[in-house]
């Protein structure tokens, strides 16, 4: 009688490579998630494709950054080396998914190039992500995850990819994300340089028809997927984009949402196991057709063994 089910397939595990690590490091604000080393990211990948895991989202964490974001773009880049050795790892198993922004990589920590009275200029940006998306597909990524919330990003992107021949690179365009106070963990894992906020460019939480018209704006600059986040929080936005685009919706469970479950865990006020199958269920019946989570590969080995 079950009207909503969670599968394996239908996870996508976020990852963060950085550079110069010889092994992985962990990510204090989010027990059990670690910045990877070049080996121990193939190994974690290698064990989400064995758990059915449906794809992983690479997030690459630089030595150097510029105001530019001058790495992104560069083939020899660590998000683009890793990009190239999880194709060849498991590129036949899974999707291998990259974040398309430029806030792991620029010395300010915005998701754009700045003008000069240090706003975000968005057409400037523009220019950017269209070289980044360039490097990433030629790097082999299959989905490029763009969540730099900068307007016209989704069409400039496609049309630049058409241009070079990626006419197969799927975009996911990130089209309701909030300026929530629960990407705090995130923050850490990459190390992010962030002084201010980024209310000038993502949703006020207060508003769920601009989410839904953020979502169509998208579906019509050609985004092969478009996705609401947070998730959990934001689950009335996620059930009325499903319900008005033609194309599928995904969410991402952010770092807040997984730190909140893996704190009240470690104290034993709920049962974890529970309250994440549950927390995925809850995001799923809102209308995901796939969910980023960190908790991915474990719950597919939960899923499988049930």
């Not at 190239?84 to 990259?98: C, K, N, W």
């Not at 995850?145 to 070079?164: H, P, T, Y």
């Not at 018209?213 to 947070?230: Q, S």
């Not at 049962?271 to 908790?295: F, H, K, N, P």
């Amino acid at each position: 009688m079950r009207e909503t089910s969670v599968e394996a397939r239908q996870l996508v595990l976020p990852m963060f490579v950085r550079e110069g690590l010889a092994e992985a490091q962990p990510i204090g604000s989010m027990p059990g998630v670690v910045q990877h080393s070049m080996d121990s990211l193939r190994r974690a990948a290698a064990e989400a494709a064995e758990a059915g895991v449906g794809g992983v989202m690479l997030f690459g964490v630089p030595a150097v950054r510029d105001a530019q974001g001058s790495g992104a773009d560069d083939p020899n880049g660590i998000l683009n080396l890793a990009t190239t050795a999880l194709v060849e790892e498991v590129g036949d198993a899974l999707v291998v998914q990259t974040d398309l922004c430029l806030d792991e990589f620029t010395d300010h920590g915005h998701c754009g190039v700045l003008a000069a009275d240090g706003s975000v200029d968005n057409d400037a940006t523009l220019d950017r992500y269209v070289s980044m998306a360039l490097s990433q597909a030629r790097a082999g990524s299959q989905l490029l995850g763009l969540s730099g919330m900068m307007d016209g990003q989704v069409a400039v992107i496609r049309q630049g990819l058409d241009a070079e021949g990626f006419t197969d690179t799927m975009l996911l365009g990130y089209a309701a994300k909030y300026a929530s106070a629960f990407y705090g963990p995130f923050r850490e894992a990459v190390d992010s340089q962030l002084t201010g906020d980024r209310r000038t460019y993502q949703l006020d939480p207060g508003n769920r028809r601009e989410g839904l018209l953020e979502a169509l704006i998208d579906e019509a600059e050609g985004a092969d997927i478009v996705m609401v986040k947070p998730a959990m929080g934001f689950l009335d936005v996620l059930r009325e984009v499903r319900d008005n685009v033609q194309i599928p919706v995904w969410a991402y469970q952010i770092s807040g949402e997984y730190a909140m479950i893996e704190a009240a865990a470690a104290n034993g006020w709920i049962d974890r196991r529970a309250a994440v199958l549950e927390s995925l269920l809850s995001i799923r019946r809102a209308g995901a057709d796939a969910i980023l989570t960190y908790w991915a590969t474990e719950a597919a080995q939960w899923l499988d063994a049930r």
